[in-house]
């Protein structure tokens, strides 16, 4: 865990999570979802891989993500217009994270961002 990032959690950690398994097309271990995580800059307040498991049961409750094994997802199913929802904001959570970490000073404010990431 960084000690000065920002760390996901919440709607932008379930949305950058379902958008891990979307483009993976195939079953995904909750420790890679928590490597590319990590990869991308995000961290987190908690342990990781309990941050990613509590965000994957309540995707799984959604039937947005199906658990095959312990530890073990594949995503689920979505309308057309959650799907691009879910683009959107795990591209939004990705892009605040690289303006925060290659300048001090992000396009937009933080306070507006801070309860969705």
């Known amino acids: 865990m960084k000690p000065n990032g ?23 271990k909750v420790s890679e979802i928590v490597e590319t995580l990590l990869k991308q800059g995000f961290t987190f307040n908690t342990r990781a891989s309990k941050a990613v498991s509590d965000c994957l049961r309540t995707e ?8 095959l094994s312990r530890g073990v997802y594949v995503f689920g199913f979505t309308s057309k217009s959650t799907h691009k929802r879910i683009r959107a904001m795990a591209r939004a ?4 994270i ?5 300048s001090q000073h992000p396009p937009w404010d933080n306070h507006q961002w801070v309860w969705r990431i």
């Open 60 to 67: 799984v409750n959604r039937r947005r993500a199906r658990r």
């Open 6 to 28: 920002i760390p996901l959690r919440g709607v932008g950690l379930r949305f950058v999570v379902a958008d891990i398994l979307k483009r993976a097309n195939r079953p995904v």
């Open 93 to 96: 959570c990705r892009a605040y």
């Open 98 to 102: 690289v303006a925060t970490t290659r």
